[in-house]
């Protein structure tokens, strides 16, 4: 085990190998918690009790891992982390704002919790053309899922934006391949409202509402 973290006097995590434990009476026991079977994890953060994150790396793709839970560690969610360097230890100072270092001088920072996350190519199918789907849960609470498809290889862009127009996050700036992919939103350190995101891709753009209610 290479990192511990409390959130108050019962309640705190240890990470190290692909294992993250959980207590919930000062140590007296440990919970295992799942969050992926081919991550090294070296550091964990909680802002309070419900939100915190755990950083490592991958060691099937060598990506440089950032994991993410908003409900004290039901769940973990993957998110991008933009670098192959293995990462090694992470601070937030609220729910927004944080650094995670890594090797080879790596320094990533968030202004969101991180928001941004990792696409999924969910299907071998290949679509007849360019598509963005209604995301699900809608309204949803802090996560929900948005899914489109691709018929070209290509630069492809997915944005939120707030209901004043402003940019809140980019979830997909990069060349992917033909094929139907799946990005999870985490709204956890966003206000409720009404929000939109935008698919780009080649000359097909498309823009559809969403809302989350907390």
Same mark, same amino acid.
């Given at each position: 085990?290479?990192?511990?973290?409390?959130?108050?006097?019962?309640?705190?995590?240890?990470?190290?190998?692909?294992?993250?434990?959980?207590?919930?009476?000062?140590?007296?026991?440990?919970?295992?918690?799942?969050?992926?079977?081919?991550?090294?994890?070296?550091?964990?953060?909680?802002?309070?009790?419900?939100?915190?994150?755990?950083?490592?790396?991958?060691?099937?793709?060598?990506?440089?891992?950032?994991?993410?839970?908003?409900?004290?560690?039901?769940?973990?969610?993957?998110?991008?982390?933009?670098?192959?360097?293995?990462?090694?230890?992470?601070?937030?100072?609220? +729910?927004?704002?944080?650094?995670?270092?890594?090797?080879?001088?790596?320094?990533?920072?968030?202004?969101?919790?991180?928001?941004?996350?990792?696409?999924?190519?969910?299907?071998?199918?290949?679509?007849?053309?360019?598509?963005? +789907?209604?995301?699900?849960?809608?309204?949803?609470?802090?996560?929900?899922?948005? *899914?489109?498809?691709?018929?070209?290889?290509?630069?492809?862009?997915?944005?939120?934006?707030?209901?004043?127009?402003? *940019?809140?996050?980019?979830?997909?700036? *990069?060349?992917?391949?033909?094929?139907?992919?799946?990005?999870?939103?985490?709204?956890?350190?966003?206000?409720?409202?009404?929000?939109?995101?935008?698919?780009?891709?080649? *000359?097909?753009?498309?823009?559809?509402?969403?809302?989350?209610?907390?």
């Amino acid at each position: 085990m290479y990192s511990a973290h409390f959130s108050d006097h019962n309640t705190g995590w240890v990470v190290g190998g692909n294992t993250i434990l959980k207590t919930t009476n000062s140590g007296t026991n440990w919970i295992p918690q799942i969050s992926g079977a081919s991550y090294n994890l070296y550091s964990v953060y909680f802002t309070n009790i419900n939100t915190g994150w755990v950083v490592g790396n991958d060691y099937i793709t060598n990506l440089g891992t950032i994991v993410k839970t908003t409900n004290s560690g039901v769940n973990w969610i993957s998110q991008a982390s933009g670098t192959i360097n293995s990462l090694y230890s992470v601070h937030f100072t609220d +729910s927004n704002t944080g650094w995670i270092v890594g090797n080879s001088g790596t320094i990533l920072k968030t202004t969101n919790g991180g928001t941004s996350v990792g696409v999924q190519n969910f299907s071998t199918e290949i679509p007849s053309g360019y598509s963005l +789907s209604q995301n699900y849960p809608n309204p949803f609470n802090p996560v929900t899922n948005l *899914e489109f498809g691709i018929s070209d290889l290509g630069f492809v862009s997915l944005k939120v934006y707030d209901i004043l127009g402003k *940019e809140v996050v980019t979830l997909v700036n *990069e060349k992917l391949s033909p094929g139907k992919y799946q990005v999870e939103f985490d709204g956890s350190g966003l206000p409720s409202g009404v929000y939109f995101y935008r698919l780009t891709a080649g *000359e097909f753009t498309d823009t559809k509402r969403m809302m989350l209610i907390k």
